[in-house]
């Protein structure tokens, strides 16, 4: 079926319908991940966004769902140059087709994503439209594209209760078998047996620490990077205010990525200043990177077509080493609105020189911009973990 993508700016694009049939209004923006389409579906933080991929074949390797960041796939629309109907893969369980269709996502293949990618870097990030409707008419249309707003998305991707994830080791670890897939949140149950842990496990790792993350719309794999380290962990709605989570008694607390514009996030906001009063140690990711430069007075503001992929080289200016990294985010932190009295830079973007992570002066907390936990994407920085376990470590002693 004939399908179109049509840009605020009047570029129409004419290709081939995937996945759902319907029409769809969203904010168009690429990622430049040659894999892991599966773990950017399923992103949060995609929420009221269409994702172009640019690498040119897509879904060859098909699904499955132990790679699902959620329940459900997030972006409003999907568009490639050639989505493969044919996947290759033993662990497959679906082909992407299949996977668009039953999660309601329409989307756009045929199309040439190069000449679509420079047009948002040229021009900027703007809203779109996919629609299947050859009659379409321009004049209707670009209003409507013109007036479109992401809103408050994180309400819409937050967990709607609480739940724990227990502590878990790797089969390599202990032997211990995979468990099952939750229902409930995506995450793999695996039995507790902590007198199969090897004791040099237990004197490097979290076991024994408490984590509470503050889920504005948190991939599992955060979750699980704690648990595997032996924290036992506990996700609370986005709309959990700081004292119950205080009255939780954490021994450190995470700020999750999420979708959207920071400062549409100001009842958040406020909770997070309250915790930012606090002395337990925190540890903050992408949007919760961002909330808590918010809370502590300083300010963001939207990038010119932002960075997502999963090759985004990163300084740690504690030492000058470059890392590569795991990226989705439109908006950045101002690191010279903040007060060098209350945070330093502790990362910056090679690419660009922009922000990418925060350390907080006399206190326990550090934020970054990119994504530690990978998934998909190098597992270079992942040692970030280890550091907010050693906080949190220090804190108890």
Request: aromatic share 8%; glycine share 8%.
């Amino acid at each position: 079926m004939q399908a179109f993508l049509i840009l605020e700016d009047g570029t129409v694009f004419e290709g081939t319908s995937i996945g759902a049939v319907k029409d769809v209004i969203s904010e168009i923006v690429f990622n430049t991940s040659m894999t892991g389409y599966l773990e950017i579906l399923t992103d949060p933080s995609y929420a009221g966004q269409a994702v172009c991929l640019t690498y040119p074949l897509i879904g060859n390797y098909g699904v499955c769902e132990d790679d699902m960041e959620s329940l459900k796939a997030w972006p409003d629309g999907f568009i490639v140059h050639e989505l493969s109907r044919t996947e290759s893969n033993f662990r497959s369980q679906e082909s992407i087709q299949d996977f668009l269709k039953k999660n309601d996502i329409p989307g756009i293949a045929g199309i040439d994503t190069r000449q679509l990618t420079k047009i948002l870097r040229e021009k900027g990030t703007m809203n779109g439209m996919i629609t299947c409707n050859a009659a379409y008419s321009l004049d209707e249309i670009l209003p409507k594209l013109k007036e479109y707003r992401t809103g408050d998305v994180v309400s819409k991707v937050t967990c709607k209760e609480k739940y724990r994830v227990a502590p878990s080791f790797t089969l390599e670890d202990n032997g211990v078998p995979a468990g099952k897939v939750s229902a409930k949140t995506g995450i793999t149950e695996k039995p507790e047996t902590p007198e199969k842990v090897p004791a040099i496990v237990k004197e490097i790792n979290g076991a024994g620490l408490k984590v509470a993350i503050l889920d504005v719309g948190m991939k599992k794999d955060i979750a699980l990077n704690l648990a595997r380290r032996g924290c036992d962990v506990t996700v609370f709605p986005a709309s959990t205010s700081a004292q119950e989570i205080i009255d939780f008694a954490p021994d450190g607390i995470m700020i999750s990525n999420g979708p959207g514009d920071p400062k549409d996030c100001g009842a958040i906001i406020d909770e997070v200043r309250k915790l930012y009063n606090t002395e337990i140690p925190i540890f903050a990711i992408c949007l919760g990177h961002q909330l808590m430069a918010l809370a502590a007075g300083g300010d963001t503001h939207k990038l010119k077509y932002g960075h997502r992929g999963a090759n985004h080289p990163v300084k740690d200016l504690s030492d000058g080493r470059v890392y590569i990294s795991s990226q989705n985010h439109g908006y950045v932190v101002d690191a010279d609105k903040l007060d060098a009295s209350i945070a330093v830079p502790a990362f910056i973007n090679v690419n660009d020189g922009t922000n990418e992570g925060m350390r907080y002066v006399n206190k326990n907390i550090f934020t970054v911009q990119f994504h530690p936990e990978a998934c998909a994407g190098p597992n270079d920085t992942a040692y970030l973990f280890d550091r907010f376990i050693e906080m949190m470590r220090k804190d108890r002693v």
